[in-house]
């Protein structure tokens, strides 16, 4: 009796140590499954803040893209015209050039007489013409001098109307700032032209009048009246 008491006992204490210990592992499972959770949760929480990160990144790379990509648009659309500068500057002078040489005159002389080769080929006559001066761009390498006409002229309609179209289309610069018809569309019309030209500084063995170039800015010319019959007017 007494030997199966003490193995009961031996068994009931090992029972219960096995108990404990199995209580004690439980408990550290728990704490190791716990601990693994959270660890979870946390890389879980940190993946997607990476992820968000990692989108956000890419939608600012994309905006900065698409923002230095209009720049760089804008600023070739700037730079197109600034290309060949040079060429075009020199182009453009050779053009002025040309232009003041071919299309300017150089003497009031000149526009009167141009004036009295187109009356003439259209058989009207200047009965007037007083002019006024004012220097242009004064001092400067394309200095001109605005030559202001107040002209009349008389002849039938239509020599006039053909006159004042040859005139837009005549060689020689004219500017038509006014005109005034009288008279009917059948014998003899009055008309009044206010025209401007600019004359320039002479080239080579031109000549320009003195006159010209002492005039002021309104004064009229005080040889009208002898320029008219150069200019096919007055006889």
Known sequence: MTT????????????????????TMATLLNLHIAGAVVLGLMNLYLLVHMAFAWRAARSDDAQALADQTVVMKTADIARQPLEGLDEKLAL??????????????YSISEVIGELGT?????????????????????????QVIEARIDASFSGDYRPLVL??????????????????????????????????TYLRSPVGTENTEKSVAGAD??????????????AGGRR
């Open 4 to 23: 199966t008491t003490a193995e009961k006992r031996k068994a009931a204490v090992a029972a219960k140590q096995w108990r404990e210990r199995a209580r």
């Open 163 to 196: 006159f004042v179209n040859a005139l837009e289309r005549d060689k020689m610069f004219f500017l038509i700032t006014g005109v005034t018809l009288t008279g009917q569309q059948s014998g003899t019309v009055g008309l009044r032209l206010r025209l401007t």
């Open 118 to 142: 187109l009356t003439k080929k259209q058989g009207v006559k200047l009965t007037r013409a007083n002019y006024a001066y004012a220097p242009v761009l004064e001092g400067t390498a394309g």
């Open 92 to 105: 453009a002078t050779k053009d002025a050039d040309k232009f003041y040489k071919q299309r300017l005159p």
């Open 217 to 230: 800015g309104d004064k009229a010319d005080s040889a009208d009246d002898a320029s008219a019959p150069a």
